[in-house]
């Protein structure tokens, strides 16, 4: 997950990549995401952190972290 240290993430949801100089928008659960990931955190990890901050089931919050690190590895980030 080298590329994801390289992340930095306002508090607007703009997380920049200081490598690459890429920009991306990410929601405020997408960046809970990203931050549990950046510290080494795994999907599970990532999960109970959305489930522990929004009322959403298991299943759900899965699904999502699921779909969502697939992007990041789609990107080059993981």
Do not use: C, W
Request: charge should be negative; proline fraction near 3%.
């Amino acid at each position: 997950m080298a590329s994801l240290a390289h992340l930095t993430i306002n508090s607007d949801g703009v997380a920049f990549n200081t490598t690459s100089g890429d920009t991306f928008l990410v929601n405020p659960s997408a960046s809970m995401i990203l931050k549990v990931f950046q510290v080494g955190g795994s999907p599970e990890e990532a999960v109970r952190t959305l489930t522990d901050a929004y009322e959403v089931s298991h299943e759900q919050a899965h699904r999502d972290v699921v779909d969502f690190h697939d992007r990041l590895r789609s990107l080059g980030l993981l």
